[in-house]
């Protein structure tokens, strides 16, 4: 993203909110009981919780109550990484967590789920209600044979059963993994066959776009090629009867159990997420049920500044972390609003009317979803009853300076706007939310609590006001256990470890601002350096699709054979548009104007298409292994992208000019 470090604030906090905020009550609390800086604000409080982390997270558990059943030792007792121990000697369950809401008698009743569809059919779960399915699950489960540490499948959609079977899964101690059911049998078997789930909840199909999606034949495959299988539980959201041997979903959530939570070591795995996988296998993340539970209260209660009056609302699926944070929502008595359809249907404002009917608070969404509203003029302010609406917050791509700019002018002039960046490996922010800061467009606003956030050059030089590798130098409680079949914790130290030890290099360009900002510029290990400049993609990206020719843009650095460097810019044309000479100029001009010569590609190449990972990303690093020559199957996981066909354009260009 390019800096508007000169432009004043887009939205500044005003002292009542400043007041009210959950983060500025727990500095005065962390002040009087745990030593932190009273005064001093956001920034004194951030340097204080990674200089004293063990402190830090004291306080965390302290402030939100956590229930160890066995009290810890310590919050930190090694801070090498990878190794880090947390909470030694401490047990805990999430799923316990999750459904505390439910133990008040006069909260029984509200709702604890809300959940949508594409007919905009609106149903809600009230928390008593969500404690007795998950009751009832997880004591079917153990009847199954399911103990701690077996895994349990979903193959869901983001409605109320994903969220009971998650549940369920951690109450007995079992690890949750789940994908979407958009994904096809070869993707969903190239993480499932890893991780060898003993159950599976599985549905028969979904509806998205205004069309219902059979997948019985998918489930049949998944059945057959997942020997590890004990039983499948038969979720009909398209109303079928449940396939021979499979149990029905109702029969199993019927009874009025008390759920029953098996107290297990902070450590012990919550669940498995997985990378995007387009060159190669998913990696298979593991992450600790101690460690989501500090991380996510952290990070929902203090930077999303959530509580028991929000209504939580983030458009994701269930193949995406996202979909996970929106889950634990519910550690702070948050309602969670549940959308299981297409982002653009009827229309690209289908989220805007999502977020009124269901009275959002706090709105989640993609970077790219803003930006295609920008394009369509779409106006929520305007159209939709967005009372009460008090942040929009984004992430899965940097959020252009226009994206802030339209969110302020379209929806509200007094709206948080929270650009977020973090991952799946994590499951967690690195930097963005901090309801006390003011909001500059193009930035996030700050790095998180606990996050000691640093830019870095080639050889560790800390760098301010200047590109970067984002690293943290210290551990957060999320970063994962490890990864399933990695043995010896090779490809853990690979991913993460390697260019600097002992520090985490997460494969971001970002610029840590001389006023605590941050600002994301894209993925490093789809580097563009020309002539010995290092840039972003993501600020190319931002000045051509502001043109409204182009629908979608890829940038790519070829490094050649004979030394040379190849740099094209593909473009996907807006209907009606014509890549002639006159539209080549402008986006030239257009990229010498507003960022550098460097900037200006080699070649502007009419595409079909960009190709995106299953949840939704630009794909870089396989187009440039392609483009290199790389052959089809050893550049690409084909069953890791949301259109293989694509790429096949980009593979017969790389063999052309090979």
């Known amino acids: 993203m390019t800096s508007t470090e000169h432009e004043a604030p887009l939205w500044q906090p005003g002292p009542d909110?400043?007041?009210?905020?959950?983060?500025?009550?727990?500095?005065?609390?962390?002040?009087?009981?745990?030593?932190?800086?009273?005064?001093?604000?956001y920034p004194a409080l951030h340097q204080w919780s990674v200089d004293e982390l063990d402190t830090f997270w004291r306080a965390v558990a302290g402030w939100f109550d956590l229930r160890f059943a066995t009290p810890y030792e310590a919050a930190v007792t090694d801070r090498t990484m990878p190794g880090t121990r947390w909470f030694t000697g401490a047990t805990l369950n999430y799923a316990e967590h999750a459904l505390r809401t439910a133990e008040d008698p006069l909260r029984a009743d509200a709702p604890a789920l809300v959940h949508v569809d594409e007919t905009q059919a609106q149903t809600t779960v009230g928390w008593a209600e969500l404690r007795r399915q998950?009751?009832?699950?997880?004591?079917?489960?153990?009847?199954?044979?399911?103990?701690?540490?077996?895994?349990?499948?979903?193959?869901?959609?983001?409605?109320p059963q994903a969220v009971v079977a998650l549940l369920a899964t951690a109450a007995v101690g079992g690890v949750w993994t789940s994908c979407a059911p958009d994904f096809g049998a070869r993707g969903v078997l190239d993480r499932f066959q890893q991780t060898e789930p003993v159950v599976l909840f599985a549905v028969d199909g979904y509806r998205y776009g205004g069309k219902q999606h059979d997948r019985t034949a998918t489930v049949a495959e998944l059945r057959a090629e997942l020997p590890t299988l004990r039983a499948v539980v038969h979720v009909p959201l398209l109303g079928t009867p449940a396939p021979e041997g499979a149990l029905e979903w109702a029969a199993l959530t019927a009874a009025d159990t008390e759920p029953v939570f098996e107290q297990v070591p902070f450590d012990h795995?919550?669940?498995?997420?997985?990378?995007?996988?387009?060159?190669?296998?998913?990696?298979?993340?593991?992450?600790?049920?101690?460690?989501?539970?500090?991380?996510?209260?952290?990070?929902?209660?203090?930077?999303?500044?959530?509580?028991?009056?929000?209504?939580?609302?983030?458009?994701?699926?269930?193949?995406?972390?996202?979909?996970?944070?929106?889950?634990?929502?519910?550690?702070?008595?948050?309602?969670?609003?549940l959308y299981d359809g297409s982002p653009g249907h009827p229309d690209t404002a289908a989220q805007w009317r999502v977020a009124e009917q269901t009275g959002a608070t706090f709105f989640g969404t993609s970077a790219a979803y803003v930006m295609a509203c920008r394009k369509a003029g779409v106006h929520p302010g305007r159209d939709f009853d967005l009372s009460r609406v008090h942040c929009v917050a984004t992430t899965g791509s940097p959020l252009p300076p226009d994206g802030f700019r339209w969110l302020h002018d379209e929806v509200a002039d007094d709206l948080w706007i929270a650009s977020v960046s973090g991952g799946t490996d994590v499951c967690s922010c690195f930097a963005g939310a901090v309801p006390t800061l003011p909001v500059r467009v193009g930035e996030l606003q700050a790095p998180c609590l606990g996050t000691d956030l640093r830019s870095w050059g080639p050889d560790g030089e800390p760098l301010v006001d200047e590109v970067g590798e984002l690293v943290v130098v210290s551990p957060m409680p999320s970063m994962p256990l490890y990864f399933w079949n990695d043995p010896d914790g090779s490809r853990y130290h690979d991913s993460y470890?390697?260019?600097?030890?002992?520090?985490?290099?997460?494969?971001?360009?970002?610029?840590?601002?001389?006023?605590?900002?941050?600002?994301?510029?894209?993925?490093?290990?789809?580097?563009?350096?020309?002539?010995?400049?290092?840039?972003?993609?993501?600020?190319?990206?931002?000045?051509?699709?502001?043109?409204?020719?182009?629908?979608?843009?890829?940038?790519?650095?070829?490094?050649?054979?004979?030394?040379?460097?190849?740099?094209?810019?593909?473009?996907?044309?807006?209907?009606?548009?014509?890549?002639?000479?006159?539209?080549?100029?402008?986006?030239?001009?257009?990229?010498?104007?507003?960022?550098?010569?460097?900037?200006?590609?080699?070649?502007?190449?009419?595409?079909?298409?960009?190709?995106?990972?299953?949840?939704?990303?630009?794909?870089?690093?396989?187009?440039?292994?392609?483009?290199?020559?790389?052959?089809?199957?050893?550049?690409?996981?084909?069953?890791?992208?949301?259109?293989?066909?694509?790429?096949?354009?980009?593979?017969?260009?790389?063999?052309?000019?090979?």
């Open 269 to 337: 795995p919550l669940w498995i997420l997985y990378s995007s996988g387009t060159t190669g296998l998913p990696k298979a993340i593991v992450q600790s049920q101690g460690g989501i539970l500090v991380e996510h209260v952290k990070q929902l209660g203090l930077h999303c500044d959530l509580g028991p009056e929000d209504r939580f609302f983030w458009y994701t699926s269930t193949g995406w972390m996202m979909w996970n944070f929106l889950v634990s929502g519910l550690l702070t008595g948050t309602t969670l609003v």
């Open 134 to 159: 998950v009751g009832s699950l997880a004591a079917r489960l153990r009847a199954l044979g399911v103990t701690p540490g077996d895994r349990v499948a979903g193959y869901l959609p983001n409605v």
């Open 497 to 658: 470890f390697a260019m600097y030890p002992g520090v985490w290099r997460h494969g971001d360009w970002i610029t840590l601002t001389s006023h605590g900002s941050v600002i994301v510029h894209g993925r490093s290990d789809s580097t563009l350096n020309r002539q010995g400049v290092r840039m972003g993609s993501a600020d190319i990206y931002e000045v051509v699709e502001r043109l409204p020719e182009i629908r979608e843009s890829l940038v790519i650095g070829v490094e050649q054979p004979d030394g040379g460097y190849w740099m094209p810019l593909f473009v996907h044309l807006a209907e009606g548009a014509v890549l002639d000479d006159a539209l080549r100029d402008t986006v030239r001009r257009a990229l010498r104007d507003q960022l550098s010569p460097r900037h200006v590609p080699d070649e502007i190449i009419e595409v079909p298409g960009v190709p995106h990972t299953l949840t939704g990303k630009r794909i870089e690093v396989p187009v440039k292994r392609l483009l290199q020559g790389t052959p089809f199957d050893k550049a690409v996981n084909a069953g890791s992208v949301d259109d293989a066909e694509l790429l096949r354009f980009y593979a017969d260009l790389g063999r052309d000019r090979g």
């Open 17 to 41: 909110r400043v007041a009210a905020a959950a983060v500025t009550r727990f500095q005065s609390w962390a002040a009087a009981h745990h030593g932190a800086p009273a005064d001093g604000g």
